[in-house]
Structure formats: C-alpha cells, structure tokens
C-alpha cells in the first residue's frame, strides 16, 4: 500500500527550498517571494523599493519556504527511504547555485541540524531492526565518490591509482569499476564513514561561498533483505547526490576555479539536456555527454524513484540563477517514469 501511493506520487518528484538569510550574508538586496501554498511559490524582484512587474510563479510536489526545518523537508523524503528498505531503488539529488543551502540540505550540521544523508542512514537501521522482528535479515553496504573536473575519485580511498570507469547494463543498471563497497552493521558505523567522505570532498573558495562545494558527491546506500521464512529477497539501494554549484564564470576567481566552474557548468548543462531528452521522450538521451549523467542513467530515466531538490537563494543578485533553477525544476517535474521492484524468490 505504501510504494502504491509512492507510485500515484510520481516516479520524479520535485522539492524547492528555499535558503534563510544568514548573520553572515549582510544586507543583501532580496527577492520578494511568497508561498500561495505548500506546493507552489511566487519570486520577483525588488528594485529600489519598488516591485518589478514581472512575477514568475512556479509549482512543485512540496516547497519550503525560508522557515523550513531539516525535519520537515526529511519527512517527506522518509518515504522514499522506505521504498529502499521494501526492494526499490531510490535517488535524490540536491541541485542550484553555488551557495543555494545544497550541502546544508544534503549533509547539515550537528542536532536538529541533520541534513538528508545522515538522516536516511539513521532511518534505514531503524527500519532494519523493526523488521528482523518478523524474520527478515539485511545486509547493508555504503561507497562514496565524487566527479571532480569530469575524473570520478573514490572518497574512501583517497590513494587509489586504479582507473575508475562508468559501466551502464541494463538489467545492472550503473556501476563503477575499482570503487570502495564498504559493509556497515549500523547506523553510527555509516555515519563516520559519512564523515570520512565529506572531509575527503573537494572545496574551494568561491566569491559566493567560502566553502563551496566544486565537485559532485554520491553517496550510495546498498540494502538487501531476505525472508527466509518467506522464501523472498528484495534489493534497493538509495543514492544521495550533492550536486556542486552552477554559477556564472566571471563569480569563479583564479584560472583553476574557472576550469572547475567551466567543468561544472558543463555537467549541469548535459544534465539539463538529459531531462529535456527525457521529457520529450526522444530516443537519443545523451547521458554519456558527461560522467555526472553517465552515473545518474539508472537514476534520471531507468528503475529508481527520483527526488530532486531545488535550491535558490532569496537575493536579488541571485534573482537570474534562481528561475533558470527553477525553470530547469519545472521541467523536471514533466519527466514520467516506469519502474519495478527488485524482488527475487529464495531457492
């Protein structure tokens, strides 16, 4: 009944948070945003006092205004945690500008602070231990990378020479080769292996964001089930993508950061190409087009449940990449899907 309702939901669904005001950012010039619902927002900007007559309104599955807590954007990706346990493959991936509150989103801090990986981690074990009251028994494993100017390095072996190549198969759908699948019996065990991976990601400083974020990180969370009793065996598993920022290449400062920036850019762009592909229903989708969407094949168009979370900031300066954000979210938000469980019977 549960992964019923998950399905009437939709296969990808769209989640727009938008970013607080911090001690931190000044007195910033700011967008007036406005929430008509718990599914939809309204951005224009401000100029001198006065409001800008153009308006853009958007829709989504759920929207966070500035006042959203972790839990509350959390309860709803609860659900999709749950498909996982019950044998689905789930992705869910943070996505906006450099400085939109994706990390924060994805990571977060101490306490009620949690973002989406430690919480999904948490959540996963709870489950596991209700269920092996009914007899049932999980194996669960974790890998961690990220594709740094278009190179895939293991964030769990930071030493590591072997090549690391993407391989799609359609029945398998996306692996990676040489990369660290490392077993966890629970969920303080996942969690410093969490933040082992997030020390090793690479960051740099950006006009934007002290501590930005300049690669992709992926996060995959492997979960198999078997009911003897049963004779049953489901497999899921949950991929958590922390998607580096989109910015303009004259906000990039020295020639490194604009060779990242140029990278990132272009990664995002194919992964804006991809969804448009997808959501015309062409036969050619160019996920090869970047090594981001090479990974993500299985997650953006085969067998996954997908949750994209839309980030902006509230500042007028922000005001151009926060709707090309969102625009790109609406037509996300277009794209169908058809998947199925990985079940399997016991011999």
Known sequence: MHNLIQDLKGNIRVFCRVRPVLM?????????????????????????????????????????????????????????????????????????????????????????????????????????????????????????????????RDLLNQHGQKKMDIHYNEGKGTTVTNLTIQPVKSAAELEKFISVAHNFRTTAATNFNAHSSRSHAVTKIYIAGTNPQHGIAYKGSINLVDLAGSESAKTSGSDCRL??????????????????????????IPYRNSKLTYLLQSSLGGNSKTLMIVNISPFVECFRESIQSLRFAAKVKEVKTVIKRNKSNLQ
């Open 24 to 152: 931190d950012d000044g007195e910033k010039p700011l967008c007036r945003i406005s929430f008509p619902d718990d599914h939809s927002l309204e951005i224009s900007k401000q100029l001198s006092g006065e409001l800008e007559d153009s308006k853009s309104e958007f829709s989504f599955d759920q929207v966070f205004s500035q006042d959203s807590t972790q839990i509350e954007v959390f309860e709803e990706l609860s659900h999709l945690v749950q498909s996982a346990i019950d044998g689905y493959d789930v992705c869910v991936f943070a996505y906006g500008q450099t400085g939109s509150g994706k990390t924060y989103t994805m990571q977060g801090g101490a306490g009620s602070k949690m973002g989406m990986i430690p919480r999904t981690s948490a959540l996963i074990f709870h489950y596991i231990e209700e269920l092996s009251k009914s007899g049932w028994e999980y194996t669960v494993e974790v890998s961690f990378l990220e594709v740094y100017n278009e190179v895939i």
């Open 259 to 284: 060779q990242e920036t140029k990278n990132i850019n272009k990664s995002l762009s194919t992964l804006g190409d991809v969804m448009y592909a997808l959501c015309n229903k062409n036969k050619h």
